[in-house]
């Protein structure tokens, strides 16, 4: 099985990268247009695996198209740029509904989860689950495809949880981190600026992190990883040291990329 999938996989990987791939590239995420022609073809050559490997499904009518396969890829594939074996392996479906669902959390439901779910009727862009699907929907994708907007990146802020989970089933905001960046500082230094950006709040001050990312730890990190691939100028100027802590771990420095 293992073979058989890492020969497919090879396969993928070698086929000369076309044109009309450099295409999809650029309909899918606006930052292609500043990678280096190499980080565009590695994030090419992911996407068609990631895409042969997941299984897709649209929910309530929608179609799953190429194009919105390649919408999820190359932002995925724009995450791992530093990581190019990691497939996210540890989810296999990728579900989208056409816009933010109706979800109901259960009590038996929220206890489950510690309470960090409140129980209740509530509209969802999307979600992650730990093992499970990655759920999205279309309209949100469509909207980061092609523009920084207000810093939303609806894929970038599920597969952040995704990664986030690699060393744990419930994501607390410490992904597991590269052998050069200390596990302890780097998780004061998170607490210290989430805590800061609630302390502003507090304050009345407006900030540039969004108040969902002050909600949970978790939520900090996948708000501050939108905003690190979507507006990296403004992070890095308002919140610079989330964006070093981000930089350690995404390694690619988008700051950098789209200056
Ligand atoms: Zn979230």
Not at 181 to 190: G, I, N, Y
């Amino acid at each position: 099985m293992l073979e058989w999938l890492f020969g497919r996989r090879k396969q993928l990987l070698k086929k000369e990268v076309q044109p009309d791939e450099r295409d999809k590239l650029r309909r899918s995420i606006w930052q292609a247009s500043f990678l280096e022609d190499h980080q565009c073809e590695q994030i090419i050559r992911w996407s068609r695996v990631f895409i042969a490997e997941k299984t897709w499904e649209g929910c309530n009518g929608v179609k799953i198209t190429e194009d919105l396969q390649w919408q999820v890829a190359a932002a995925a594939g724009l995450m791992v740029l530093a990581y190019p074996d990691w497939y996210f392996d540890k989810t296999s479906t990728i579900l989208i509904h056409p816009q933010a669902y109706k979800v109901t959390v259960t009590a038996r439901h929220s206890a489950l989860t510690s309470g960090t779910e409140m129980a209740g009727e509530f509209y969802r862009a999307g979600e992650t689950i730990y093992r499970g699907p990655v759920v999205l929907n279309s309209h949100d994708i469509a909207i980061a495809a092609q523009d920084p907007n207000d810093g939303h990146h609806l894929v970038i802020h599920e597969f952040s949880h995704q990664l986030d989970m690699i060393n744990g089933p419930s994501a607390d905001g410490l992904p597991p981190l590269p052998g050069n960046v200390d596990e302890t500082a780097w998780l004061a230094a998170m607490k210290g600026e989430y805590q800061r950006a609630q302390e502003m709040v507090s304050q009345g001050y407006m900030i540039l992190m969004p108040d969902y990312g002050l909600t949970q730890e978790s939520e900090f990190f996948a708000v501050a990883s939108e905003l690190y691939f979507q507006r990296s100028n403004e992070l890095a100027e308002y919140h610079p040291n989330v964006y070093l802590l981000l930089k350690q771990f995404y390694v690619t420095d988008m700051a950098d990329i789209v200056r």
